[in-house]
């Protein structure tokens, strides 16, 4: 009988051995479902909807192919490009106003409310804080359109009571205070959000930063500017990239507390291809004008992950 020959680790005419899984196999199968829900819910439909921008269509019938005309109509339209100004509004209402809000009262919550109150006053208000992001965006929304009343709105009334009736207004009906007042409702509603961030990141910074800079006599504002704005450059980054995504896709607000008006004077992309879309029946056109919007938002996201990595990598190199 002829032994087996034996080559490498198994001999020849040995029953195979088991197959050794790799790792990626594993990571692949619980990837899966979060593929296909992702290519059902965004891809496809993305890409229907970009078809369908370069079609005249009313919802109805069969849609005629026209090309670039959409996108040609788009360049000229006054009203597509005020809504992009009144985006870059929200994009200061929702990131950089609440960016620096939130970045003064994590600190100060951290470093001093922490310390010299107590660590649980300091999460009661941090809760506070973010209460409104936990909020429905319709039902804070119905809340303000309440206070902003311009008969018996809250904000009206207590003027009125402190004495200071001749500043009344219509907040939400006059054309040249509407958006300053949406505006101010997404910096409220916006808020919570950089606050837990930034005090999740102040988590990790060494308290011994703090106490050698205090035993040197800084104060709080050095501490703050010297310390703290170093330490969490990154939730920073997050906060700035995620808050402005939201403020350029800001829909619910516009349409619970103005629909876009008066007069088209708080008219977002968002709510401009929405009314496109639905009310005005122009199909191909509110399709061209979300594709824009979304492409805008992907390139932004990507562009901002990429001044990330290197920051990041500048860092690690520095260090090494």
């Not at 026209?66 to 009203?79: I, K, Q, S």
């Not at 208000?125 to 119905?142: D, H, S, W």
Request: proline share 6%.
């Amino acid at each position: 009988m002829t032994a087996p020959v034996e080559r490498g680790t198994r001999a020849v005419g040995a029953p195979p051995g088991p197959r050794r899984s790799r790792p990626g196999d594993s990571y692949a199968l619980f990837l899966l479902p979060g593929v296909l829900a992702f290519l059902a819910v965004v891809v496809v439909p993305f890409l229907m909807n970009t078809g369908v921008s370069f079609t005249a269509w009313q919802g109805i019938g069969t849609p005629q192919w026209t090309g670039l005309a959409n996108y040609r109509a788009l360049l000229a339209d006054a009203e597509f490009w005020a809504s992009f100004r009144h985006s870059l509004a929200m994009v200061v209402a929702m990131a950089l106003v609440p960016t620096g809000i939130g970045l003064v009262l994590a600190a100060a919550l951290f470093d001093y409310v922490g310390k010299h109150v107590g660590a649980r006053a300091a999460a009661v208000l941090r809760a506070c804080f973010y209460l409104p992001q936990v909020l429905p965006i319709a039902v804070a929304g119905i809340v303000w359109s309440w206070i902003l009343a311009p008969d018996d709105g809250s904000l009206n009334a207590l003027l009125q009571a402190v004495g200071l009736g001749s500043w009344q207004q219509d907040w939400l009906g006059d054309p040249d205070l509407a958006l300053y007042s949406v505006m101010g409702v997404m910096v409220w509603v916006q808020i919570g959000f950089p606050l837990v961030v930034f005090m999740a990141g102040l988590q990790r910074v060494d308290p011994q930063l703090y106490e050698a800079a205090e035993l040197d006599g800084a104060g709080w504002w050095r501490r703050f500017w010297h310390i703290t704005l170093p330490q969490i450059r990154p939730e920073i980054s997050v906060v700035l990239t995620w808050c402005t995504i939201a403020a350029l896709k800001v829909f619910g607000a516009v349409y619970v507390l103005t629909k876009g008006g008066p007069g088209g004077a708080t008219d977002v992309p968002s709510y401009f291809s929405f009314s496109t879309f639905f009310e005005k029946t122009q199909v191909g056109y509110g399709a061209a004008i979300s594709t824009v919007l979304t492409v805008l938002i992907l390139a932004l996201s990507l562009f901002a992950l990429r001044l990330q990595t290197r920051a990041e990598d500048a860092e690690e190199g520095g260090r090494a």
